[in-house]
Structure formats: C-alpha cells, structure tokens
C-alpha cells in the first residue's frame, strides 16, 4: 500500500528551523507496528497518522509516534498536523475550529490574533510537589548543582497532557554547557514517573522572549528536542503559579529553543486566569510545509 506524508517545521516561519514533523495520510489500513516502524524510519522527534474521525464529533482522529513509542498527546505534532489539514484543503483555514481526536482526548486548534499563527488548548495543569534531587539532575546533565535553581524555582513535574520535570537553570551559559548521560537521565527520569525534562532560564537571546528553554528525552528517542509544545503549555503554567511572570506577561509568554541545536524556535504561550487560578492554556507558533513524498510498504 502507499502513503502519502508531507514534513513540516512547527514552531518557525524559516525552512530548517523549528521541530520536524512528519504527517502521514491514508493511513487506514495501517498496523500499530507499521506506524511504529514508519516513525523510526523517519527519524523525527514525532510522526503523526491521520484518520478518519469516525462516529467522533471531530475532523479527524490523529495518532502520535516517537521513534520508539506512541503518545497520548504532544504539542508540536498537534499543530503541524493541523497546519498541513489547511495547507492541503482538507480544513478550511481563516477563522475555523480543527477538532483532532487524540490518544488524550479531543484538542481544538484556531488561528487567534496573529495570522498564520496556530493555536491549541491544553488541558489544566496538574503540579507535583517539588523536587529534591538537584544532584542527581546535575549529574544526568553534567552542570553543576549550583547551575540549578531549588527554592524561589522548584524543580517540579507538571502537565497540561505529558509529565514534565521543569528544571530551572541559574543562566544561559550554564544551559548551553549541558552534557547529556543518557543512560543516567534515563533512569532518574524512569523514577520519576516521566519521559522529559525540560531544562529553562530566565536570559534569553532576544529580549522579548520570558524564557530559554533546552528539553530531553532520551526514552523516547528523542536525545533533544529543538521545540515542544507540550512542556511549553507545563512552562507556562510553572512560571505563573510560582509567581515568576506578572499577570499581564501570563497572556503573552515567549519561549526560545532550539537554538544551540541548530534549529531556532518561537513558541508562544497563551493562559487566562481568575486571580490565582489558571482557566486556560494555549499554546501556539508558526509552521512551514518543506517536503511531500509518498511511502510505500
């Protein structure tokens, strides 16, 4: 049978920025293994198979693969497939809810504000309490302890769809001189009852941006991820519940990353509260179609 697939980058409007992603159509008579050797054939952080919704009240029904696993949900996967359904004319575009059905539950994308601009909802934020293991991050990314935040910024998991272990750095020199033990970071994260960390500070390259962020995820095939918009939902949501932004940034959240990988990215973080409590997260960027090809297996 063939396939038809298209890659896209999420998170940028410049060819060979932003996070890859492959978006694979016609993938009705597709096994469970198949798609999980389509995406290790791809060798991208994630590929998506779209489906046809159907008794569900959606568009349609989209499953999310690493290279090693499937997932429930994740961000940048959910906004460049939705940014291909209007490229291709299979949604209208403008103003017109998407509705994909997830392993997670159904996921609504719209273009707010800024043309061109696709935004998700995420679902509200479940935090952990924080952590004590500052050490043993520090050894899993090879900085020192002292490069990482413990009091005023917790190391905290929190999710808006994905357990994220945020982990605040003290600079961006400090960001840019982590080294990887995969196997170590593999095992801590495996303790911990996630599948990433997502390392951030507080400096950033561009003085509008609030953070700089690097993410990993060594389980999932993944060694880093030039943008995710699952954690970037979680970031969001940690910064304003430990009162790191003000009210007014909260509506507007800028995130980096990519950048010492190569691959710059611009994520945009949208939440609405009610004094102290979060109502809404979205989160959302730009995309860019780069290829079209079809599969044949």
Request: hydrophobic share 40%.
């Amino acid at each position: 049978m063939n396939c038809s697939f298209y890659q896209v980058d999420v998170f940028t409007k410049i060819p060979f920025g932003g996070n890859p992603l492959a978006v694979v159509f016609d993938s009705e008579g597709l096994t469970d293994q198949n798609m999980q050797y389509i995406a290790k054939e791809m060798n991208l952080s994630e590929t998506t198979f779209v489906l046809p919704p159907g008794n569900l009240p959606v568009d349609f029904l989209v499953r999310i693969f690493t290279p090693e696993k499937e997932l429930p949900f994740a961000g940048h996967p959910t906004l460049g497939t939705a940014h291909i359904l209007r490229d291709t004319g299979k949604v209208l575009s403008g103003d017109y809810t998407i509705k994909l059905a997830l392993k997670a539950g159904v996921v609504t994308v719209r273009e707010m504000e800024k043309e061109n601009h696709l935004f998700m909802d995420q679902l509200l934020p479940v935090f952990q309490p924080p952590l004590d293991c500052s050490e043993e991050i520090g050894k899993a990314l090879g900085i020192s302890t002292d490069g990482i935040y413990s009091s005023s910024r917790p190391v905290q998991i929190v999710s808006t769809g994905l357990p994220i272990l945020v982990v605040p750095i003290t600079s961006l020199q400090v960001l840019e001189k982590i080294s990887v033990d995969t196997l170590r970071l593999s095992r801590l994260l495996t303790s911990l009852g996630t599948d990433l960390l997502y390392a951030f500070t507080s400096q950033t390259f561009d003085p509008d941006a609030t953070i700089h962020s690097r993410a990993f995820a060594p389980k999932l095939g993944i060694p880093e991820d030039p943008a995710t918009g699952s954690a970037a939902g979680a970031a969001g949501a940690y910064l304003s519940s430990n009162k790191l932004i003000s009210k007014e940034t909260c509506g507007n959240i800028f995130i980096e990353q990519g950048h010492m990988i190569g691959r710059p990215s611009s994520l945009f973080v949208c939440i609405k509260q009610n004094e102290d409590e979060i109502k809404s997260i979205r989160v959302g960027g730009e995309s860019v179609t780069l290829i079209k090809g079809e599969i044949s297996i």
